[in-house]
């Protein structure tokens, strides 16, 4: 995990998958590697999506039948690169005004081999006022995206 100057999380893995596979995995089959553990919703986490088009929605469905959002998709270009807003606040939880989000993009990228380098920035905390600093840590920490593309990887490989 790198933190740029620009205050950017930043993290590479690769695998062994065309892009197209490995775009396939992290967006269409997201619920797929995704953990349980990892969401902001009020009872347990029954399904992790993401709508695959411009404007779709980020969000989990709950074991209390409720939907929890959780970001939008703002950029779509399979299978190269998607951006999302990432529309949780400092404290864990909803952030509905998107001019105060973070964003993530991940880009899909061939390498030869069949294989395909995946890179993940996630950017703009300062949108988050005081909160970016403690988001910015919290998804750089052990737990967070360093952590959450290894569980990925293992599930592109095994598919």
């Known amino acids: 995990m790198t933190i740029d100057a620009d205050g950017s999380v930043r993290r590479s ?26 969401h902001i919703g009020k009872s347990p986490m ?3 999506l993401i709508e695959g088009h411009v404007g779709g929605r980020c969000y989990s469905e709950q074991e209390d039948g409720t939907d929890c959002p959780w970001g939008h998709v703002l950029v779509w270009e399979p299978p190269h690169r998607f951006v999302i807003a990432w529309q949780i606040n ?4 909803y952030e509905p005004d998107v001019d105060k989000s973070s964003e993530v993009e991940v880009r899909f990228t061939e390498v030869g081999d069949g294989k395909t380098r995946v890179d993940l920035e996630h950017r703009a905390f300062e949108r988050m006022g005081e909160g970016g600093d403690a988001m910015r840590a919290g998804v750089g920490a052990e737990g967070g995206w360093g952590s959450l593309l290894d569980v990925y990887a293992k599930r592109v490989e095994n598919s």
């Open 46 to 48: 029954t399904r992790a």
């Open 13 to 38: 893995v690769t695998v062994a998958a065309s892009p197209e596979r490995a775009f396939e995995v992290f967006t269409a089959d997201f619920d797929s590697w995704w953990p349980r553990t990892h």
């Open 90 to 93: 400092a404290q864990w939880g």
